[in-house]
Each structure stands twice: as C-alpha cells, then as structure tokens.
C-alpha cells in the first residue's frame, strides 16, 4: 500500500506579499497585486503585470546573502518562499531534503542585465534553470537532492507531482517542491508577441477578456509521508490525494477546443485520489483570460464534472499568471481557502460568456467548509496537469 503524503508546510512570494499571511488577507479582502511595472525595466508599461513588491536588493538583504555578485531573481524569490516553507515546517535544522523546482526563466534577467557584453568568466551558468534550483538549495545547505522541472506553466505543479511520486515510491520520506518564476524583458516580450497580453487587468471567463498579465512569484510545499510527519509531530496542513498530467500536443501554444489534455490530467486526479467529480467543492482554474485557455478549459471543466458542476476561479486576476509557478502558488492558494473556510472571488469578472458558462465564484465565498479541492495547471504544448487537496482526518 502506497503510503500518504501530507503537506507540512508552505512558503508563498507573490505580487500580493511576502509570506503566507499577506498573501491570504490580499485574498480574502479581495486586494489584486496588478499594476504598473516598477522593477522590470520595459517600455512597455501599457501592459500591467504582477511583480513581488520587492526590489532585488531587499530580497537579497531578507535573505541576508552576501553583496557583491549578481543574484537571479528567480533565485531570490525562490529562496523566500522555501524558508517560509522550511521554517513552518520546522525542518531548517534538517539534513538530507530534497528539493524539487519549477521554472522556465531561470536566471534570464542577470543575462539581460549583461546583454551584449558576454557573461564574466566563471557564471556561465547563471541563466540555466537548473542553476537556480542548485543555487535555491545551497541557499540553506540542507538539501542533498535537487531537480528542476521546466514543462512552462504547468512546470511547479509538475514539479508536486514528481514530488508526490518520489514519496510513494519510497525513495523519499520529505520532499520540498515547487516553483519560481520572475519577470524577465525575454518573458514580457515573447508574450506580446504572441498578442495574449491585456492593457488591462485581467478578467479570466469573462466574455470581454481580452488576455493574460503576465506576474511573478514563488511558491514551495512541504510534501512528506504520514508517518515521517507524524514521527516528527508535525502539524499536517491538508493530503495531497490526487494528481494528474498529460499532454494532448495539439499546438505549441493553443489549447484544443474540447480540452483534451485537460479533461484527462483532471479525470486521472480524480482516480488518482480515489474520487468522484461529485466530491470536488471548489476548482481552482488555470484561468488564464486568453480567449483560447478559458473556452478550452471550460469545455473540459464540463465534461468532467456534467450537470454537477463545482465553483470556479482563477486567482490570477490577483497575481498575474505567474508562469511556471503558478501551479505551486495557486496550490497555496487552494490551501489558504481550505484552512480559513473561503471560496476566493473571481476578480473583475462581469459578464457570462456562452463559450465558458461555469459558475465563476464573484464574490469571496465565507463559511466555505472545503474538503476536496482541485487545482490546475496547463503548459505551453498541451501538457497539462492536476491535482486534488483533501482535508486530512
């Protein structure tokens, strides 16, 4: 019998704060984190995104990292968020973790702040993605495993499944996974020009979307077995019961219409924690408020759960899509809800549009007792993923 992983602690860093409990007051008071760019040093300001309200230095000084060497972004928020997660968890003090990491950015903002004089000798490299993990890890000293997971946005929640299966497997009684990602000018740039960026605040679902913010942000999750969180004494913050991934491979940024990968890493979740589609209370949404994403997802939301459908949000009306971590730091969120009791609101959301028609949650829902919540995450290529929280009894 495969044992069960529990989740332990978590550390979160997104445009909505530093921390856990920024993060979930922002959440349940509604507060989005989108705005003007301060930090990313583009011209293009017309469209807002969703940045860490931290400049590197302050996060290099949180960290209390030496000065004098070029620290990636990616790198610094990561770390954040793994101490938090870390420090919940009361494992700072432990050897032997492992950690997991998602990202596709890696270090490309130290490349763009050297760019067009070649990189100095001995950071060659600093862009790489695996890098940033390494240098997350060393960051702490306490992790003599590490792998990164870059499959683009479904990469942190990818990065939870592996996770989830080392665990299972019996490879690994603890697991730190998860995933950072910052703004880079290659990352605003290459979605503009695929023309899905809005001048406006994203409205995922709804009938005047007209794209996606681009944000930033971390997120890490302790995963360990039962029995190791209960030898510790460990507080067991909810059951990471199910999760699933596929990859329909229908176009390298279009999602198909019926939703296909998706239906399947959602259907594969459910009999993965040994669940009906009746259980669910509360679906996360990758929701990004591109034309294409929000009618793909919903058709494939509709074909799973039928006539008994759950409500539906995407929190990235408060984060922007943070890309890569999003599936680690909407997974956080989906944890917040479920500890104080709430369904969180779909920001900016007006106007019912006939390709979606899921019940969008538009206000914060309170006395929400959530049992089984579901969360996704889809990637460029149709790789798509899954995952069910439960309550832990």
């Known amino acids: 019998m495969r044992p069960k992983v529990v989740i332990t602690g978590m550390g979160v860093v997104s445009a909505l704060g530093v921390g856990v409990d920024a993060n979930a007051t922002a959440l349940m008071q509604g507060i989005s984190g989108i705005r003007t760019a301060r930090y990313l040093p583009t011209d293009h300001l ?14 290099r000084r949180m960290l209390a990292l030496p000065p ?75 992790f003599d495993y590490t792998s990164s997971v870059s499959t683009a946005c479904s990469s942190a929640m990818n990065a939870l499944i592996m996770g989830k299966l080392l665990i299972e497997s019996g490879e690994r009684d603890i697991v730190v996974a998860g995933g950072s990602e910052a703004l880079s000018l290659f990352h605003l740039n290459g979605f503009k020009s695929l023309m899905i960026l809005d001048r406006e605040r994203c409205r995922p679902f709804d009938k005047t979307r007209a794209g996606l913010n681009l944000g930033e942000g971390a997120a890490y999750l302790v995963l360990e077995s039962e029995t190791s969180a209960l030898n510790r004494g460990a507080e067991i913050l909810a059951v990471l019961s199910g999760a699933g991934n596929a990859c329909d491979a229908y176009h390298q940024t279009a999602s198909s219409d019926d939703g296909e990968g998706a239906y399947l890493a959602m259907t594969q979740a459910l009999q993965d924690a040994n669940l009906s589609p009746r259980d669910i209370q509360y679906v996360n949404a990758h929701g990004t408020g591109t034309p294409n994403n929000d ?54 959301f007006e106007n019912t549009d006939e390709q979606c028609v899921v019940p969008v949650s538009k206000s914060n829902t309170s006395n929400a007792d959530l049992s089984y919540v579901m969360c996704n995450a889809f990637g460029f290529g149709g790789n798509d993923s899954s995952i069910i929280l439960s309550r832990y009894e």
């Open 68 to 142: 004098g060497r070029p620290y990636s972004r990616t790198h610094l928020l990561g770390a954040l968020a793994v101490r938090e997660a870390l420090e919940q968890s009361k494992l700072l003090d432990h050897n032997g973790l492992a950690l997991i990491s998602g990202t596709t950015v890696g270090g490309m903002d130290v490349t763009e702040s050297l760019f067009p004089e070649p990189l100095p000798e001995g950071m060659p490299d600093v862009p790489d993605c695996g890098a940033s993990t390494n240098d997350i890890a060393d960051t702490f000293g306490c």
């Open 295 to 348: 009618a793909s997802e919903s058709a494939a939301i509709r074909r799973v759960f039928g006539e008994n459908l759950p409500p539906v949000s995407s929190t990235k009306s408060y984060t922007g899509h943070t890309t890569s971590a999003s599936g680690s730091i909407e997974t956080a969120f989906c944890l917040m809800a479920m500890k104080y009791g709430f369904i969180p609101a779909q920001c900016e």
């Open 46 to 59: 017309e469209f807002p995104v969703g940045e860490v309200p931290m400049d590197n230095e302050e996060c």
